[in-house]
C-alpha cells in the first residue's frame, strides 16, 4: 500500500523559514515524478513543484520560483520543500503527491498519489 506522509508544518512569521518532508513507503519510485501542491482557505488546490525522483531535475512553478526549493533523499524515500521568506499568501495546507506521467505536470489530475497534508501558516 502507497503512504504519503507529509510533516513539518507549522506557524512561523512572516519571512522565516520552513522545511517540510514527505515520506513515502509502498513501493519505490524511481521514474515517478513527485510533486508539492498546495491549498489555501477557499481557494482550489495550486502546484508548486515537481522532482523527477530518477534525475532529481525540478520545475518550480513561477510564484514560488527562488523562494522554495524541492528536494529529495533516495535513501530515506523521503522528498523536501525548503520554504524561505515566507509570506502570509503562503498559508495554506501542503500536500505531497506522485504520478508516473513523464515530464513535470503541474495539474492535480495528473498525480494518483497523495498525503494528507500538513498545515503551514505564516504570521503577518
Known amino acids: 500500500q502507497v503512504q504519503l506522509v507529509e510533516s513539518g508544518g507549522g506557524l512561523v512569521q512572516a519571512g522565516g523559514s520552513l522545511r517540510l518532508s514527505c515520506a513515502f513507503s509502498g513501493r519505490t519510485f524511481s521514474g515517478y515524478r513527485l510533486a508539492w501542491f498546495r491549498q489555501a482557505p477557499g481557494k482550489e488546490r495550486e502546484f508548486l513543484s515537481v522532482?523527477?525522483?530518477?534525475?532529481?531535475?525540478?520545475y518550480y512553478d513561477d510564484s514560488v520560483k527562488g523562494r522554495f526549493t524541492i528536494s529529495r533523499d533516495d535513501a530515506k524515500n523521503t522528498m523536501y520543500l525548503q520554504m524561505n521568506s515566507l509570506k502570509p499568501e503562503d498559508t495554506a495546507v501542503y500536500y505531497c503527491a506522485a504520478t508516473v506521467i513523464v515530464g513535470y505536470p503541474s495539474t492535480e489530475n495528473a498525480y494518483d498519489y497523495w498525503g494528507r497534508g500538513t498545515q503551514v501558516t505564516v504570521s503577518s
Open positions: 522532482i523527477s525522483w530518477s534525475s532529481g531535475r525540478t
